[in-house]
């Protein structure tokens, strides 16, 4: 959740409770001290409807899925900012003698006092609701973020085998070039070996010739 929105609804709300006494006690007023009074909840509604315009910028500016919930908290409180607004409404237009506003506050207003109450317990309750949902929302992106650090950590994994196997491959390919040099060098001193044999053949043959040549010669005689 946003901090920045926290601080702006805390203001809101406080500013909504305080604009609410102060329509109740101007329901009981005439007067300078009621114009006071309403000049008072006046400034104070357009200084809600600021909090709630920054609330929705920053809502606008999250993820997709915490944007959800907070816009839905502003939607409860615009609806409440509209029922002060209402209540605001009443007041001004109600310019009554004070026998009028006796039976208003014996009878209306205590019917107004309890819907604005249970209004503001719908809307505390909502608020909680969303909170709930907003830590449940925190609570499957952080499941989020861990499985997707256990994701790149397997990638890594298998990234790292990976290399081993190449360097394994590389490693047996070397060892493959390597006997068939060996094959060559064995082939090559093979057939020196031949060529030496025939050789020494040659020479025994020619030396035998020799000696049975000398024997031959010297019996003859």
Known sequence: MSAVFEGYERQYCELSA?????CTAAGALNGEQKKQKLSEVKAGIDEAEALIRKMDLEARSLQPNIKGVLLAKLREYKSDLNNI???LKKLVSGNMNPSARDILLESGMADALTVSADQRDRLMFSTERLNKSGDRI???????????ELGVSILSDLHSQRQSLLHAH?????VDDNI?????????MSKRMNKNKCIISTIVVVLVLIIGAI??????K
């Open 170 to 174: 590389d490693t047996l390919h070397g």
């Open 138 to 148: 925190k609570d499957s992106r952080r499941t989020m973020l861990e499985t997707e």
């Open 18 to 22: 305080n604009l609410s006494k102060i």
């Open 215 to 220: 024997l031959y010669f010297k019996l003859s």
């Open 85 to 87: 607004k209402s209540e």
């Open 180 to 188: 068939g040099k060996s094959k060559k060098i064995l082939s090559n």
